[in-house]
T-cell receptor, first 109, second 116 residues
Framework: GQNIDQPTEMTATEGAIVQINCTYQTSGFNGLFWYQQHAGEAPTFLSYNVLDGLEEKGRFSSFLSRSKGYSYLLLKELQMKDSASYLCAVRDSNYQLIWGAGTKLIIKP | ETGVTQSPTHLIKTRGQQVTLRCSSQSGHNTVSWYQQALGQGPQFIFQYYREEENGRGNFPPRFSGLQFPNYSSELNVNALELDDSALYLC???????????????FGAGSRLTVL
C-alpha cells in the first residue's frame, strides 16, 4: 500500500527553527509537495520538490531524498502565525496526490 | 483574479439522503479535483476532472460522482449518505492535466458536511 508518515504534533518557540519530517512509500514518484493549513481554512501551497536537494523560499526550505523516501520542511525565525498543520503529499505513478495526515505545529511565545 | 469558491460552506444531512456540493475554479484553471478530509486527517483524493472528463479516481464508491461544466466549475454528488461521510470536502483547481510540472493546487475553503 501507499503510505506517508509525518509526526502528529510538534511544539516550537517563537523565533526558533523547526524541522518537520515526512517519509513516504508510494507506487512511483512524480514530485513531493508541502502545504500549510490553518484550522478551518483551505490548504495553501508552500513548496515542491522533484529532484534531490534543498529548495529555499524565504523562511521556509524543503529537502528531498528520493533514494531514502524522505523529505523535510524547515521553518526558520518562527512566528506565531506559523501555528498550523503542515501537510506532505506525494504524486504517485498515476499522478495522484497521496497525502499525509499532517503535522500540527504549535508555536509558543 | 478570483480564487476557488465552494458552496455551501456548512450543511447537515441525514443518513440515506443525497447531497450536491459546488465549486467554482480559479480563473484560468481547467482542472478540478475533489478531496475528503476527515477531522485530524489529510485530504483523501476522490476524483479529478480535466476538460469535463473524469481523468482519475481514488478509492471511493460509485455513490460519489461528479461533473465538470464547460466553464470548468464542478459538482460533487454523494448519494445514500452514511455517517462516515461526515467530513470537510475540498475542491482544488489547477492549470493543465495532472502530469504537467508542479501543477500546484489552489484549494477552496471547503464544504463541511455533517451526516446525522
Amino acid at each position: 500500500g501507499q503510505n506517508i508518515d509525518q509526526p502528529t504534533e510538534m511544539t516550537a518557540t517563537e523565533g526558533a527553527i523547526v524541522q518537520i519530517n515526512c517519509t513516504y512509500q508510494t507506487s512511483g514518484f512524480n514530485g513531493l509537495f508541502w502545504y500549510q493549513q490553518h484550522a478551518g481554512e483551505a490548504p495553501t501551497f508552500l513548496s515542491y520538490n522533484v529532484l534531490d536537494g534543498l529548495e529555499e523560499k524565504g523562511r521556509f526550505s524543503s529537502f528531498l531524498s528520493r533514494s531514502k523516501g524522505y523529505s523535510y520542511l524547515l521553518l526558520k525565525e518562527l512566528q506565531m502565525k506559523d501555528s498550523a498543520s503542515y501537510l506532505c503529499a506525494v504524486r504517485d505513478s498515476n499522478y495522484q496526490l497521496i497525502w499525509g495526515a499532517g503535522t500540527k505545529l504549535i508555536i509558543k511565545p | 483574479e478570483t480564487g476557488v469558491t465552494q458552496s455551501p460552506t456548512h450543511l447537515i444531512k441525514t443518513r440515506g439522503q443525497q447531497v450536491t456540493l459546488r465549486c467554482s475554479s480559479q480563473s484560468g484553471h481547467n482542472t478540478v479535483s475533489w478531496y475528503q478530509q476527515a477531522l485530524g486527517q489529510g485530504p483523501q483524493f476522490i476524483f479529478q476532472y480535466y476538460r469535463e472528463e473524469e481523468n482519475g479516481r481514488g478509492n471511493f464508491p460509485p455513490r460519489f460522482s461528479g461533473l465538470q461544466f464547460p466553464n470548468y466549475s464542478s459538482e460533487l454528488n454523494v448519494n445514500a449518505l452514511e455517517l462516515d461521510d461526515s467530513a470537510l470536502y475540498l475542491c482544488a483547481s489547477s492549470m493543465g492535466s495532472s502530469d504537467s510540472g508542479a501543477n500546484v493546487l489552489t484549494f477552496g475553503a471547503g464544504s463541511r458536511l455533517t451526516v446525522l
